[in-house]
């Protein structure tokens, strides 16, 4: 073991950062565990473990919640939205990578603010804009909603992997007389699928827990999971409580799974890499 290593865990503050940080996961070891023991017990009051356990709360949850629809939903507002962030933000990276213009870091900044600030603070205006135009409600207000972040998110994921590919391989193919279209696919598509990847899938991912624009705008026929997940908890004294946390459960893994695939396509070193031109001789 390295020596400063051990010299760092051996000071106080070291043994109280890593006692901070054994608790806060053994805290949220602690409300998972209860959640999931809950979906399978039959009654839980005063005693550590239900009195006994069944699984018909999943198949209560999934016909009373009509979970089947929520995800279909789920699953088509993270694919249009994928796909559409894709189509506009790729082009628009290459440009902010490969063109020098006045404002273009006020360009950087404003692609910056959608992702930095809290979704609510421009969630109401931009729902009261869609309303206003028929949107909201829908499933394209939802889609729209969710571009908002997710465009500037894969042009700020796409642009150090563009930067990563040497100018000189597209400046040879147009010297052998290919075409803006022809060296956009053909020739940078094929390098930049790593990084096509792994923006869209972190998308996936956002779009999927995204609950602040999708609640604000989302109608009766177009909630998402997240959303279905928060009126459940809502009507929690209307309807049983174990089904709720088997809908809670259901969330869960579903975003675990996507989790698990977005680090098993994503390299996170990829994302801040830039790889530096030699000065010529």
Known sequence: MNPKVRSVRATPLGWVIWGAVVFFFVNLAGVVFSVLVSSFGTKWFD?????????HWYGDAWREFTLFHVIVVTLLVSGLVVVLS???GAPAAYVLARKNFPGKRLVYLTFLLPILMPPITYGIPLATVLYKFGFAGHLSGVVLANLVPSVPFVILTMTPFIEQVDPRIEDAARMLGAGTRSVFLKILAP?????LLASGILVLVRTVG????????????????????????????IRAQQSVDAMAVMYTAMMLVLLVVALRFVNPTQLVARVKEEPSE
């Open 191 to 195: 390098l930049l699928v790593p990084g």
């Open 86 to 88: 894709v189509l506009v």
């Open 47 to 55: 005693t550590w473990l239900p009195s006994g356990f069944t699984t």
């Open 210 to 237: 995204m609950f602040e624009l999708t609640f604000l705008t989302a109608g009766p026929d177009s909630q998402t999971l997240v959303v279905a997940l928060y009126y459940s908890m809502s009507a929690a004294g």
